[in-house]
């Protein structure tokens, strides 16, 4: 036997043990990162609640379940924001219905062409009212978004009537009549739809919904003049971040990948932009907005787009003012309506900082409560057991549970009110 063939023999032996341990190592190093990635060792909760004890918010929190239960995510990924966001993303809903409902076309002053889906309920409410949820979807979304439809037809069922905003040039088959489209804050498109509503259906009550960019738009609806919450019985923003300035410098941070969301979000605005150039570009306007398409084409954050194109559909000044001007923070606290603000702790696109505007809002106003949820991600809110999600997510839920509840406090006030202006006690009423 040559000395090299002994030396293989010597060391052969070892080799399948240093083998099985690098094995190990990696299964125990991948394992480590799907546990620490898909976030399994959280528990679950139900969500954390800011509010003060009033008899309407006790009402709530007895009655609305989806406040005081534990939000139960599906196992395997469902504790993890940035799949959920993804899912949400992507396929927006599982097994997504299909509403049938009849598009409204509203002219505006400036020669826009506002446009929203109305959806009539298929039952009767609960209460016996006629109520109609005013909805205003997130940033360029629309009414045929899977989330929406999954909502709509859920509230159908429910005996809600739906009027969903179509964001002014989200639509890819509808041409932009002026050279304007949606921004961050102008409620203009959604003051109209809700107009409208209320000049159709004098006798129906509003409940106002928002979600993420349409949160805000709700919010800043309802603050900017009393008389948008006459016929309001209540509002919900769902994963909104309240202040666009206070936000742009954490959308250019890498925590939380919000500067990766950021280039997604930012792409997607350029393709409905780009849809529209003829529209919103012709050489006489491109003079007008002194915007350079060239800045356009290579931008890679909303910031860039927002300082470049959309803060001149209004004439604003600089990014600061665009910001400030239509961000709802501004306005939020004149909003006297009860009010729901739910956000997610996992929510890759709303930095923690944010959420000190509705938890201390909601400390100060008796009419505020503001929930927060350990998972959920943006807009997610999957519940399911184990891998599969639910149709209906725990934001469907609670919405609809939150309106249902306040519509019931509403039917249930009123032989007080009649007590009171006959000079009896409600405990006398009810007695």
């Not at 990924?77 to 959920?84: A, C, I, P």
């Not at 129906?204 to 949160?215: A, D």
């Not at 792409?267 to 007008?288: P, Q, T």
Request: include cysteine; glycine fraction near 6%.
């Amino acid at each position: 036997m040559s000395a090299h063939e002994s030396d293989l023999h010597t060391i052969s032996p070892e080799m399948p043990a240093m083998f099985d341990g690098m094995k190990m190592a990696a299964v125990a190093t991948v394992l480590y990162i799907i546990v620490r990635c898909l976030n399994l060792k959280s528990p679950t909760a139900a969500p954390d609640l800011t509010y003060q004890d009033t008899a309407l918010n006790r009402f709530l929190l007895k009655s609305c379940s989806q406040l005081s239960k534990e939000y139960i995510p599906p196992l395997l990924w469902g504790k993890s924001g940035h799949l959920q966001t993804a899912l949400y993303g992507k396929l927006g809903r599982v097994s997504s219905p299909h509403p049938c409902g009849i598009r409204k076309y509203l002219p505006m002053q400036d020669g826009a062409t506002a446009t929203f889906d109305l959806f009539e309920p298929l039952g009767d409410h609960q209460t016996g009212d006629d109520i109609t949820m005013v909805i205003c979807p997130g940033i360029g979304n629309h009414s045929e978004k899977h989330y929406i439809r999954t909502f709509v037809d859920y509230a159908q069922k429910d005996g809600y009537r739906c009027a969903v905003l179509n964001h002014l040039g989200a639509l890819p088959n509808i041409e932009l009549t002026s050279p304007r489209m949606f921004t961050y804050g102008c409620t203009w498109e959604f003051a109209a739809m809700v107009g409208y509503i209320k000049r159709a259906y004098p006798q129906t009550q509003l409940i106002v919904v928002g979600f993420s960019l349409g949160g805000n738009i709700v919010c800043k609806f309802l603050g900017e003049n009393r008389v948008n919450q006459e016929r309001v019985l209540c509002c919900v923003s769902v994963c909104q971040g309240y202040s666009a300035l206070r936000a742009q410098e954490t959308f250019l941070q890498w925590d939380q990948f919000r500067r990766f969301y950021n280039f997604l979000m930012a792409d997607n605005m350029k393709k409905i932009i780009l849809s529209h150039r003829h529209s919103l570009f012709g050489e006489s306007l491109l003079k007008k907005f002194d915007a350079d398409l060239n800045r356009l084409y290579i931008a890679t954050s909303l910031t860039q787009i927002d300082d470049n194109i959309m803060r001149k559909f209004h004439g604003y000044s600089s990014l600061k003012e665009y910001y400030e001007k239509e961000s709802c923070v501004h306005y939020i606290h004149n909003v006297d309506v009860p009010l729901l603000l739910v956000n997610a702790a996992d929510d890759p696109l709303v930095h923690d900082s944010l959420l000190a505007i509705p938890r201390t809002l909601a400390a100060k106003k008796p009419n505020v409560i503001f929930a927060l949820t350990l998972h959920g991600g943006h807009l997610g809110f999957f519940e399911g057991d184990v891998l599969f999600p639910q149709p209906l997510t725990w934001m469907d839920k609670v919405i609809v549970g939150y309106a249902n509840t306040m519509c019931q406090w509403e039917k249930q006030k009123t032989p007080c009110q009649a007590s009171h202006l006959t000079g009896s006690s409600c405990a006398e009423a009810k007695a």
